[in-house]
């Protein structure tokens, strides 16, 4: 087994194949922004994993992804897929009339088109569908690795949101949406004087995360932790990590980390 990593995924600390620059300017993209995609091992890869990060850049990724899956699979290479983060996770559902559920036509996509036998996904946003059952998808759950690094013992564990809840069988609050970057949430807990952990799955513009950090505070927490999976959008993190008191954040998606303590 090869594996093979697409740019968005060089992040991780793992032997694997990755993909090589023009020779006239070494470089894998060109000037008009189109993307140039050589596998130089590819004819010795009859078995490969592919690992791919849906952010950032989803839209320049999913060329270098396409690219790479059609070589492979041109090749006569069996393919496993691994997304550490599924770009488009998020329009996992038909929203409005004549909308697309993104991310059922992205698994199509690679199972239907470029022949990928085995999917594997770091807790997708659509892991609680039911079409998600049309497709060789296995979840890779990440909490076990928030459990190790916290002493959940620790903490109340809390939801920003219901999508937590589903996912991640924790209590949480009900939320409604009030603009692009902010929401109300509705729901009390027993956390006076408690520090409280408040986890889900993403962090995109950060409004849900810093909601839950006000309204635990009112209900007099002692402290309030957030914990994320993805960190999808780095003004979001951001504003997570300037409110809450400790910022925990996997590496499905290359992040700057922080310049100083106390976040992690």
Not at 121 to 138: G, K, T
Not at 231 to 246: H, N, S
Request: glycine share 8%; with cysteine.
């Amino acid at each position: 087994m090869d594996f093979v990593v697409t740019p968005t995924a060089e992040h991780f600390d793992i032997d694997a194949h990755r993909l090589g620059e023009h020779s006239q300017d070494e470089t894998r993209t060109f000037p008009d922004g189109e993307v140039y995609v050589q596998l130089e091992a590819l004819a010795s890869i009859d078995r490969a994993t592919v690992i791919h990060s849906g952010q950032p850049h989803p839209n320049r990724g999913l060329a270098y992804l396409y690219g790479v899956l059609d070589l492979l699979r041109t090749n006569g290479c069996t393919i496993t897929l691994v997304f550490t983060y599924v770009p488009y996770c998020r329009q996992d559902s038909e929203f409005y009339a004549g909308t697309l559920n993104y991310a059922r036509s992205l698994l199509r996509m690679v199972t239907d088109c470029y022949g990928v036998d085995r999917i594997y996904a770091v807790d997708p946003h659509f892991s609680h569908q039911e079409w998600i059952r049309d497709f060789p998808v296995e979840r890779l759950e990440a909490y076990p690795l928030i459990h190790e690094r916290v002493e959940m013992e620790d903490y109340v564990v809390v939801g920003p949101d219901l999508g937590a809840v589903e996912r991640f069988d924790i209590p949480g609050f009900e939320k409604t949406r009030t603009g692009a970057r902010d929401v109300e949430l509705a729901g009390e807990f027993d956390v006076g004087g408690q520090n409280v952990l408040v986890f889900d799955d993403l962090i995109a513009t950060g409004g849900t995360m810093v909601s839950a950090f006000e309204r635990l505070k009112d209900q007099d927490a002692a402290t309030v932790q957030a914990a994320a999976i993805h960190g999808v959008l780095e003004d979001g993190v951001e504003r997570v990590r300037e409110t809450d008191d400790t910022l925990y954040l996997t590496n499905t998606i290359a992040r700057k980390q922080p310049t100083s303590a106390p976040n992690h």
